[in-house]
């Protein structure tokens, strides 16, 4: 079992940046994928990118690669977000989440993953 507790998300002007950070509890913090995702009003819930366990490697959507970096700290038991170059299209929920068995760290698809935060609204104003 994993609880995940997201934070720093906020209202930030297009262009700016933000850091998100999700501490988890729990066995076995340094063994999961961990992914971010996000979910706009109306919309469905949408991946944003991945890190595996060891952070040796990183995966991220189209729509922000280049602007965003995921990061971990297995001795904190946290994973981060940058969030550069701000845009209004990315204002939504996001939620980072933790599963093991993705086959891929390219997998999308949410049901992937087996734990989630209750998210954090990031708000960017054009």
């Known amino acids: 079992q994993v609880q995940l507790v997201e934070s720093g998300g906020g209202l930030v002007q297009a262009g700016d940046s933000l850091r998100l950070s999700c501490a988890a509890s729990?066995?076995?913090?340094?063994?999961?994928?961990m992914g971010w995702f996000r979910q706009a009003p109306g919309k469905e819930r949408e991946f944003v990118g991945a890190i595996a366990w060891n952070a040796d490697r990183t995966y991220y959507a189209d729509s922000v690669k280049g602007r965003f970096t995921i990061s971990r700290d297995n001795a904190k038991n946290t994973v981060y977000l940058q969030m550069n170059s701000l845009k209004p299209e990315d204002t939504a929920v996001y939620y980072c989440a933790a599963g093991r068995y993705l086959g891929a760290i390219s997998n999308m698809n949410p049901r992937a993953y087996a734990y989630w935060g209750q998210g954090t609204q990031v708000t960017v104003s054009s």
């Open positions: 729990g066995r076995s913090f340094s063994s999961y994928t």
